[in-house]
């Protein structure tokens, strides 16, 4: 059965801390891998991967993928309260049915 | 602003008494998706419509119930609710076609609670 992983499922740091949130999947000849941030409200997409090695950045925000190994990290650097979220993984098949999400990583940044 | 519209975001219900969840998008997309999430968990894809093909999920419960009436609208009629139902219900588009990297808008999501 086709399944994402994230760890760790929660996580508290200090602002300034640079965090590492991991997603491993097990789904066969997936199309892309994306993540996505949600606050008390419906997820906002950060970023679409398709390929191995290539590193997307959006500011603070870093992401990675591993094809090989099945596996891709969401870096954050300089962490603000503001990032304080569940950051959800989702994988997609190529069967077009749907989008596998992971349980999430639910970050808290405190002051 | 092209956007993904659900309403309303609180809905609160008896048990066992009829509820209709609304979602609207100006995206114009083709696809349109209702997940369920629950406290600390994934969301969990209900069912979709491919235009006007229904897709529903293998586990969904008989109990959800979808209706596309056009591109713009989708409701998810929860026909007798139970205390087990009480979640977050989220309405996703998207694109799908040649080119297209089908990802998802979200809109707003509705809290369901069921008394």
């Known amino acids: 059965e086709d399944k994402v992983v994230q760890s760790p499922l929660s996580l508290v740091v200090h602002e300034g801390d640079t965090v590492t949130l991991n997603c491993s999947y097990e789904?066969?000849?997936?199309?892309?891998l994306l993540w996505y941030k949600q606050e008390k409200k419906a997820p906002t997409f950060l970023f679409m991967l398709?390929?191995?090695?290539i590193e997307k950045k959006s500011g603070r925000l870093s992401s990675i993928l591993d094809k090989k190994e099945l596996f891709s990290i969401l870096n954050i650097t300089a962490t603000q309260t503001g990032d304080s979220a569940v950051y959800l993984c989702?994988?997609?098949?190529?069967?077009?049915?749907?989008?596998?999400f992971g349980p999430g990583t639910s970050l808290s940044v405190i002051p | 602003d092209a956007m993904v519209i659900q309403n309303p975001r609180y809905q609160v219900t008896q048990f066992g008494k009829p509820v209709t969840l609304s979602c609207s998008q100006t995206?114009?997309?083709?696809?349109m998706y209702w997940y369920q999430q629950k406290s600390s968990q994934a969301p969990k894809l209900l069912f979709h419509?491919?235009?006007?093909?229904?897709?529903n999920e293998a586990d969904t419960p008989d109990n959800f119930q979808s209706r596309r009436p056009n591109t713009s609208f989708c409701f998810l009629d929860i026909r007798s609710p139970g205390l087990g139902d009480a979640a977050m219900y989220l309405c996703?588009?998207?694109?799908?076609?040649?080119?297209?990297?089908?990802?998802?808008?979200f809109g707003s999501g509705t809290q369901l609670s069921v008394l």
């Open positions: 996703a588009t998207s694109l799908r076609g040649w080119g297209t990297d089908e990802k998802l808008f």
């Open positions: 789904v066969t000849n997936f199309r892309s």
């Open positions: 398709t390929s191995s090695g």
């Open positions: 989702a994988v997609e098949p190529p069967s077009y049915d749907k989008v596998i």
């Open positions: 995206l114009n997309h083709n696809v």
């Open positions: 419509y491919y235009d006007k093909d229904f897709n």
